[in-house]
């Protein structure tokens, strides 16, 4: 690895080991829910190393075999478990680095086969050589020194865990990598859920140069099912019960706890009438999970991992328990589409949306929970906002997608009659 990244890495180590003695972090909803909260936690080794089933009251929601494994990480060095976090962490940058060098090179391989099908003066909209060092820098840069992952890590969340899990995805999946690409998306389906949807772009992946896609596809997705059966199994054998999965999928797709956070479940789940709730349960959990899988995957299916960045950014918006660390993640990606970013509109309205709401949950939490001076629409409004602007993102990347596309196989510049056309407003 160059120089250069090794300097970076260890920067962004120092960064994330100096925030971690700040423990109020870990305390801020928009950092920390029941899902990924590293109190909880704590409170699952306590009660595993004494004999108690962790699962049987409403506190632990960690898989039982995160769990263990952090129950003899605790007992053997306890004291070093905030660097497990910070090395995690980092380990996740570094992965999403490869991938991105890996991604880039494919693209520069599958220009040359498709270049005779590109309009002339259309270079500025393709990958080039000079992509090979600056897009997987720039994925670095914004995952080591987003302050949304900084946050993540030096609250000790859980969210570092599924990261780095599905950083592994993504690198196996574009070095064509199926038997650890599946565990490793098992396993995080298992602990969060709303992963089963990458499913979908690894089915494309893996189907797109087989003579049998139909049969592929099948396999894939019943190695994928052997994989989670599998995982069920471990679980079940660590704990000889299987109160975990109420506690961890149950948990999150019937959303038990009404703590706020950044997402848009707590506050409609609080405020609607009981007989609704079964209804309004199925449409919010379908809206982050099969609802747009279908479509984006037929207009997607060329393009997987711009699919699973999409499905990734969406479950990041609608999932139960949503935190900042979830968004880090999709936000690490959006480099590797940097040919895109020539049609994207809406650039400045998104960063406004992220500046302002992220500053204002805060001083508005404490103005509703502390002061007594506000209330939860105050809370709720940033947080609704918030969501409104990644959904800006999401569509803008998308429609920037389709543009460049376009211009790719039309030109950037459009003739009518043997002259530029221009589009006059009047």
């Excluded at 976090?85 to 999403?96: F, H, K, P, R, S």
């Excluded at 995805?169 to 690409?181: D, E, I, K, S, W």
């Excluded at 949807?197 to 099948?218: G, H, M, N």
Aim: include cysteine.
């Amino acid at each position: 690895m160059e120089k250069s990244v090794v300097l970076l890495l260890v920067l962004g180590g120092i960064v994330r080991y100096y925030l971690q003695s700040f423990h109020s972090i870990g305390e801020r909803v928009e950092v920390s829910t029941p899902i990924n909260s590293f109190k909880r936690v704590q409170e699952g080794i306590y009660l595993y190393e004494n004999g108690i089933d962790p699962y049987a009251g409403d506190v632990v929601h960690e898989l039982p075999v995160v769990l263990v494994l952090l129950v003899r990480i605790f007992g053997s060095v306890s004291n070093f478990m905030p660097l497990l976090y910070n090395v995690l962490d980092l380990l996740t940058a570094t992965l999403l680095y490869k991938m991105a060098k890996k991604f880039v090179s494919s693209k520069l391989l599958e220009q040359r086969e498709q270049k005779f099908e590109f309009a002339r003066d259309t270079e500025e909209l393709q990958f080039q050589k000079s992509d090979m060092d600056v897009v997987p820098r720039c994925v670095l840069l914004a995952y080591l020194f987003n302050p949304l992952s900084l946050l993540s890590c030096a609250g000790l969340t859980s969210t570092v865990f599924s990261n780095f899990l599905l950083a592994l995805t993504l690198y196996f999946l574009v070095h064509r990598y199926l038997l650890p690409c599946i565990c490793c998306l098992a396993l995080e389906t298992m602990r969060n859920l709303y992963p089963l949807v990458l499913i979908a772009p690894v089915v494309l992946v893996f189907t797109q140069r087989s003579k049998a896609p139909t049969s592929s596809a099948i396999g894939v997705v019943a190695l994928f099912g052997a994989a989670c059966f599998a995982i069920t199994g471990v679980n079940y054998a660590l704990m000889q019960s299987w109160n975990f999965l109420d506690a961890t999928l149950g948990f999150i797709f019937f959303y038990r706890d009404l703590q706020p956070n950044i997402g848009l479940f707590w506050y409609f789940f609080t405020e609607m009438f009981e007989h609704f709730r079964t209804m309004f349960l199925i449409t919010f959990q379908m809206n982050a999970t099969v609802l747009y899988l279908v479509p984006l995957s037929l207009k997607l299916r060329k393009e997987p991992l711009l699919l699973a960045t999409v499905l990734i950014a969406l479950m990041s918006i609608f999932r139960s328990y949503p935190s900042v660390g979830d968004v880090s993640f999709y936000l690490a990606l959006l480099p590797l589409w940097r040919r895109c970013w020539k049609f994207m509109a809406h650039n400045f309205v998104v960063f406004c949306f992220f500046v302002v709401t992220l500053s204002m949950m805060p001083a508005l939490w404490q103005l509703w929970i502390y002061s007594g001076s506000a209330n939860a629409n105050f809370y709720f409004g940033t947080t609704l906002a918030f969501s409104t602007g990644q959904i800006f993102l999401v569509t803008d990347l998308l429609f920037a997608h389709v543009k460049r596309d376009f211009c790719l196989r039309n030109g950037l510049k459009i003739y009518v009659d043997g002259k530029e056309a221009k589009i006059i407003l009047e």
